[in-house]
């Protein structure tokens, strides 16, 4: 069976300050997926990595794909109150049909 | 443009009870999924559809789920006998063709089970 671990679970930051999600896994992904969920909406897709050792950025957030294909972080930098919101990171399953694993999620809260 | 919809957006239930969910997708979509999304947790999946047939049921957690998309767009997920454990945000999203595409989802339905 396919897991994602994230960590930490919630997190409670100062506005400025840097910040590192984890998103671990016993099994290889073809690719790993970022979503932010904001409370009474669905998750909205930040950013898909897909090669081992891959650094995206977008704005102040840097996602890096481990090279084992196991593992992602997500690294914010200045977080800011509008970073609130859960984060999830997904892999696609072993088959080919779409379904999505989800970690756990991360709570983020940006104190201003 | 339209994203995807979800009604009724929260469904209140006693314990025994039937309920259904829906979900229109983005039209022109011919993937949708449903999860289940329990508080604290990230989503689960539920079921897969491509087109009017489910491809891929199987993280429906028992025979008391069961859900439909007669005509390739609008799905239904039913729940019978509800048990309090049932309570939980349910997703929908859709995709343009399945596989590896985008799933773009709704807000969910949050359904609580007294």
């Known amino acids: 069976t396919q897991l994602l671990e994230q960590s930490p679970q919630f997190l409670s930051i100062q506005e400025g300050e840097n910040l590192t999600v984890y998103c671990n896994s016993s099994s290889v992904f073809s690719s790993l997926q970022w979503y932010r969920q904001e409370p009474g909406e669905g998750p909205v897709l930040l950013v898909t990595v897909v090669t081992g050792g891959e650094v995206k950025k977008l704005k102040r957030l840097t996602f890096q794909f481990g090279d084992a294909r196991k593992d992602s972080s997500l690294h914010i930098t200045a977080a800011q109150p509008g970073d609130t919101g859960l984060y999830l990171c997904?892999?696609?399953?072993?088959?080919?049909?779409?379904?999505?694993?989800f970690g756990q999620g991360t709570t983020l809260q940006v104190k201003p | 443009g339209a994203g995807v919809s979800q009604t009724p957006s929260n469904k209140v239930t006693e314990k025994g009870k039937y309920v259904e969910l829906r979900c229109d997708p983005i039209s022109g979509h011919t993937a949708l999924y449903w999860y289940r999304q329990s508080l604290g947790q990230g989503p689960e999946f539920l079921i897969y559809f491509q087109g009017t047939g489910a491809a891929d049921d199987s993280g429906l957690p028992n025979d008391r789920f069961f859900a439909v998309r007669p005509e390739g767009s609008v799905s239904t997920l039913k729940i019978q006998r509800t048990e309090r454990g049932d309570s939980a945000v349910y997703l929908c999203?859709?995709?343009?063709?399945?596989?590896?595409?985008?799933?773009?989802f709704g807000p969910g339905t949050r359904l609580t089970v007294l």
């Open positions: 999203a859709s995709s343009l063709t399945g596989g590896r595409d985008t799933q773009y």
């Open positions: 997904a892999g696609h399953g072993s088959s080919n049909t779409g379904k999505l694993i």
